[in-house]
T-cell receptor, first 113, second 116 residues
Framework: EAEVAQSPRYKITEKSQAVAFWCDPI?????LYWYRQILGQGPELLVQ????????DSQLPKDRFSAERLKGVDSTLKIQPAELGDSAMYLC???????????FGNGTRLTVT | QKEVEQDPGPLSVPEGAIVSLNCTYS??????FMWYRQYSRKGPELLMY????GNKEDGRFTAQVDKSSKYISLFIRDSQPSDSATYLC????????????????FGQGTILTVHP
């Protein structure tokens, strides 16, 4: 079964440093999401793409976070500078269309020291 | 108050027990309801996907939606140790065309342990 690929699986960084996460959705999936999951909580949406366009980034802290999906396929989420409170699991998900079920990758576990 | 409330547990049951997991919500615009299972250090895996009110069964899993009470449930019959995981409810609103926006609002998850 096709999977959403994410890398790296784990990342440890010092505060004020820059970090980047990569996601490759299931082939043919037009909609891509980035979620953040703090330990013990459910995932919260950061940004949603339809093809290469952002359709919802209302919860993205734009002063430090940026996301792009230049060719409408894979995507990168960047944090600069990282803060201690950014420690969390960053999950990428994709769906065939905006109204289809989401399929999640296994995430990147970020620890900021 | 959160839009979706879920009892975090933890919940511990013996193998073979019937498990009941529940969520309540406050946003009447939610039309699509899902249950995800998340194993430790893994991403959420879709278990059940339902639209509006009613029941849906898939093997040992049954999802129920009661929109009048803003309450959804997941039942697991004949629970197995392999069912030990965190269970997340999730829901999304529909747009003017009646299809899901796709954006999910999650509960905080219930940790389930099934012991042999």
């Amino acid at each position: 079964e096709a999977e959403v690929a994410q890398s790296p699986r784990y990342k440890i960084t010092e505060k004020s440093q820059a970090v980047a996460f990569w996601c490759d959705p299931i082939s043919g999936h037009a909609t891509l999401y980035w979620y953040r999951q703090i330990l013990g909580q459910g995932p919260e949406l950061l940004v949603q793409f339809q093809d290469e366009s952002v359709v919802d980034d209302s919860q993205l802290p734009k002063d430090r976070f940026s996301a792009e999906r230049l060719k409408g396929v894979d995507s990168t989420l960047k944090i600069q500078p990282a803060e201690l409170g950014d420690s969390a699991m960053y999950l990428c998900a994709s769906s065939l269309r905006g109204n289809s079920p989401l399929h999640f990758g296994n995430g990147t576990r970020l620890t900021v020291t | 108050q959160k839009e979706v409330e879920q009892d975090p547990g933890p919940l511990s049951v013996p193998e073979g027990a019937i498990v009941s997991l529940n969520c309540t919500y406050s946003n009447s615009a939610f039309q699509y309801f899902m249950w995800y299972r998340q194993y430790s250090r893994k991403g959420p895996e879709l278990l059940m996907y339902t639209y509006s009110s009613g029941n849906k069964e898939d093997g040992r899993f049954t999802a129920q939606v009661d929109k009048s009470s803003k309450y959804i449930s997941l039942f697991i019959r004949d629970s197995q140790p392999s069912d030990s995981a965190t269970y997340l409810c999730a829901m999304s609103a529909s747009n003017a065309g009646g299809t899901s926006y796709g954006k999910l609002t999650f509960g905080q998850g219930t940790i389930l342990t099934v012991h042999p």
